[in-house]
């Protein structure tokens, strides 16, 4: 749920605050529900018939998650286009989910004819994110925003997954090397500060030299963008730099199962 609003934030400029607030749970929950069902199908040759994907179940099931994944993403812009009117001076109602008080509420709104309550959005991020980048476009329009969307659910899901791995794979790296996550950790005092609630701004983030270092090392040592099979080893070769060092390098053949 972290890796989701860290997502969340940098894609929206939203902050669901999904690990306090169940709606944002509910997003995740949609989006892996409909991830499992399009690989059920997938790897079930009986499904693959769209009579017998509807007689299962798993169509109804799917629509409406994905429905529930694209109302949650219009409210979500138009909250974006509310601020953005704020800011000019300019606030407008919101045609498309709701009016703007229940906007201005920051409450869930419930779709009627999908019965789907939309996840209300807890805190918002001071920068600009990816969304609004594109929506202040002068080419831009609200006739973008279903192709906006599809955008958004992909990013979001795409980076939620990967964040999650490369994250994962860093603090078990760090775990297995104290010597490195000591000298992390003295840079963070030194940066940060002592205070453990302090929030880094991004000209702190600039500073985390030693922390960048360690998280593209774990990124070159793991694999996280794609699910492959190592074969075989092809062949050894030995690099002589000078007299007293030498290494060999063993490069071998991996299969990836995204290229079929």
């Given at each position: 749920?972290?890796?989701?609003d860290?997502v969340m934030?940098?894609t929206?400029?939203?902050?669901p605050k999904?690990?306090q607030?169940?709606?944002g749970?509910?997003f995740?929950?949609?989006f892996e529900?409909?991830?499992?069902m399009?690989m059920?199908?997938?790897?079930?040759?009986?499904l693959h018939?769209?009579?017998?994907?509807?007689?299962?179940g798993?169509k109804a099931?799917?629509?409406?998650?994905a429905?529930y994944?694209m109302?949650?993403s219009?409210?979500s812009l138009?909250?974006?286009?509310n601020r953005?009117?704020?800011?000019i001076?300019?606030?407008r109602t919101s045609?498309?989910?709701g009016?703007?008080?229940?906007?201005?509420?920051?409450?869930?709104?419930?779709d009627?004819d999908?019965g789907?309550?939309i996840?209300?959005?807890v805190d918002e991020a001071?920068a600009?994110?990816?969304a609004?980048?594109?929506?202040?476009?002068?080419?831009?329009?609200?006739?973008?925003?279903i192709?906006l969307?599809s955008q958004?659910?992909?990013?979001i899901?795409a980076?939620q997954?990967t964040?999650?791995?490369?994250n994962m794979?860093?603090l078990?790296?760090?775990a297995?090397?104290?010597?490195v996550?000591?000298?992390?950790?003295?840079?963070?005092?030194?940066?940060?500060g002592?205070d453990p609630?302090s929030?880094p701004?991004y000209?702190d983030l600039?500073?985390?030299?030693?922390l960048?270092?360690v998280?593209k090392?774990?990124?070159?040592?793991?694999d996280f963008f794609?699910?492959g099979l190592?074969?075989?080893?092809?062949?050894t070769?030995?690099l002589?730099?000078d007299e007293?060092?030498?290494?060999?390098?063993?490069?071998s053949?991996?299969?990836?199962?995204?290229?079929v």
């Open positions: 749920m972290a890796t989701f860290m934030v940098n929206l400029g939203l902050n999904a690990q607030n169940p709606d749970q509910e995740m929950h949609h529900r409909v991830l499992e399009g059920r199908r997938m790897f079930n040759i009986h018939s769209d009579f017998i994907y509807r007689l299962s798993l099931q799917t629509k409406f998650s429905n994944l109302n949650a219009k409210n138009n909250i974006i286009r953005r009117a704020k800011e001076g300019n606030l045609e498309k989910v009016s703007a008080d229940i906007l201005k509420k920051n409450e869930p709104i419930k009627l999908q789907v309550v996840p209300k959005v001071p600009k994110s990816f609004e980048l594109l929506m202040e476009n002068p080419n831009y329009s609200e006739e973008d925003d192709e969307i958004m659910i992909t990013i899901g980076g997954d964040t999650k791995s490369s794979a860093t078990i790296l760090l297995l090397h104290p010597d996550q000591d000298k992390v950790q003295e840079e963070l005092d030194l940066i940060l002592p609630n929030c701004s000209e600039g500073k985390l030299d030693y960048e270092m998280i090392e774990s990124l070159r040592l793991q794609y699910l190592l074969l075989r080893t092809v062949s070769v030995t002589e730099t007293s060092y030498q290494q060999e390098l063993k490069s053949c991996r299969y990836t199962l995204y290229s």
